[in-house]
C-alpha cells in the first residue's frame, strides 16, 4: 500500500511538471509577445486547460499530506516562505488572466502581474527542489535551518533553470499549438532557450562537484541511472533534429521526454528517502489503515477519474488554436 502511494505521488508530481510547466512557460513568454494579436494567440492555447494543469499541484499536496504527513509537516516547516510567494504567484497569475479580458486601460497591469505570478511561481518551484537536492538542515524531526534555509546560491541557481526549462517548454507548446507570427518567433526562441537549459545542467553539475552534495554519490553507486540522461540525451538530438525541419509536433514531446528522464533520475537518486537523507519512506507514510482508506477512495476512483478527465480535455483541445476572439 505504501508503493500505491508512492506511485501516485510520483505520477501527481510528474503530471504538474509538464502540464502546468508548459502553462508557466507561456506565462514567462507573455512579455515577448509584442503585440496585443500575439498575446491573445498565446492565451489561447492554455485557455482550456490552465486551470485543470494547477489541479495536480493540489493532488500533490493531498497526497503527501494524508499518505506522508511526516514529511508534509517538515517541508512545509522549511519551505513556508517559498510556498507561500508560490501560491500567490498561482493566484497571481489566474486573477490576471481573467481580468485581463476584461479591462482596456489596465490591462497592460494584468499583463505584467501575469508574467510576474509565472516567473514566481517557477522560481520557487526550482528553488525548493535545489534546496532538497542540496540538503536541509533537521533536528529531532523539526526543521533547523532558520527562516531561509532554503535560499542558497544552488537553490537560486535551480529556481533560475527551472525558469528556462518551463520557458523551453512552454515554447514548444505554442509552436505546437499555434501558427502564423507566435509560432514562427517562438521556434526561434527554441535553441536559445535549449542551450540555456544545457549551460544550467553544466554550473549544476559543476556546483555540485564543487560542493561535493551527497546525491553526487548515489550517481557513482546506482550507475542504472546514467540511462535517464541518455534517454534525455537523445530526445535532446530529436529535438534539434525537429527544429531544423520545422516540425511542430514533435519539439514539445521531445522537451518533456528530457523533463521525465531529470525527474527520473532525481526520484531515483532520492530512493529509499522522502526527504534526502533525513526521513525514509517507510518513516514518512501514514499507518497502513490510513492508506488503505485513502485507496478505497481517492486511489481507486478519484485519481483514475481525473486521469481519464485530462485526457479527455486534451483529446478535445487537440490540433492548432482556434482563430477565435475571445476563449476566456
Request: net charge neutral.
Amino acid at each position: 500500500m505504501v508503493m500505491f502511494w508512492v506511485a501516485l505521488l510520483a505520477i501527481s508530481i510528474l503530471i504538474y511538471l509538464l502540464l502546468d510547466g508548459f502553462d508557466l512557460g507561456v506565462g514567462m513568454l507573455f512579455g515577448f509577445a509584442g503585440s496585443e494579436a500575439n498575446r491573445e494567440a498565446m492565451l489561447r492555447t492554455i485557455a482550456p486547460v490552465w486551470d485543470g494543469n494547477e489541479t495536480w499541484l493540489i493532488v500533490t499536496g493531498v497526497i503527501m499530506w494524508g499518505a506522508f504527513p511526516l514529511v508534509y509537516s517538515m517541508l512545509l516547516s522549511a519551505f513556508y516562505i517559498p510556498v507561500l510567494v508560490m501560491l500567490l504567484g498561482l493566484i497571481l497569475r489566474g486573477v490576471a488572466f481573467e481580468f485581463r479580458g476584461k479591462a482596456s486601460r489596465s490591462r497592460w497591469i494584468w499583463d505584467v502581474s501575469f508574467i510576474a505570478g509565472s516567473f514566481a511561481a517557477s522560481f520557487m518551484q526550482g528553488a525548493m527542489v535545489g534546496a532538497l537536492v542540496e540538503g536541509l538542515e533537521f533536528s529531532n524531526g523539526e526543521y533547523a535551518g532558520g527562516t531561509f534555509g532554503w535560499l542558497t546560491t544552488f537553490s537560486v541557481l535551480c529556481g533560475i533553470g527551472l525558469c528556462f526549462g518551463y520557458t523551453l517548454l512552454g515554447a514548444c507548446w505554442l509552436v505546437r499549438k499555434c501558427d502564423g507570427p507566435v509560432r514562427d518567433a517562438t521556434r526561434h526562441l527554441v535553441p536559445l532557450l535549449a542551450v540555456a537549459v544545457l549551460a544550467f545542467l553544466v554550473v549544476v553539475f559543476t556546483h555540485a562537484l564543487i560542493e561535493h552534495l551527497p546525491i553526487l554519490r548515489r550517481w557513482i553507486e546506482r550507475p542504472y541511472l546514467f540511462v535517464f540522461p541518455l534517454v534525455g540525451a537523445g530526445a535532446a538530438a530529436v529535438l534539434a533534429t525537429s527544429i531544423v525541419r520545422h516540425d511542430d509536433y514533435w519539439p514539445f514531446h521531445m522537451v518533456s521526454l528530457i523533463f521525465a528522464t531529470a525527474f527520473g533520475t532525481l526520484a531515483l537518486s532520492f530512493w529509499p528517502y522522502m526527504i534526502p537523507f533525513v526521513v525514509t519512506i517507510d518513516e514518512a507514510a501514514a499507518p497502513h489503515s490510513s492508506l488503505a482508506f485513502m485507496f478505497w477512495g481517492a486511489g481507486l476512483f478519484v485519481f483514475p477519474l481525473m486521469l481519464l478527465y485530462v485526457a479527455i480535455g486534451y483529446r478535445v483541445f487537440r490540433g492548432k488554436a482556434a482563430p477565435a476572439a475571445d476563449h476566456y
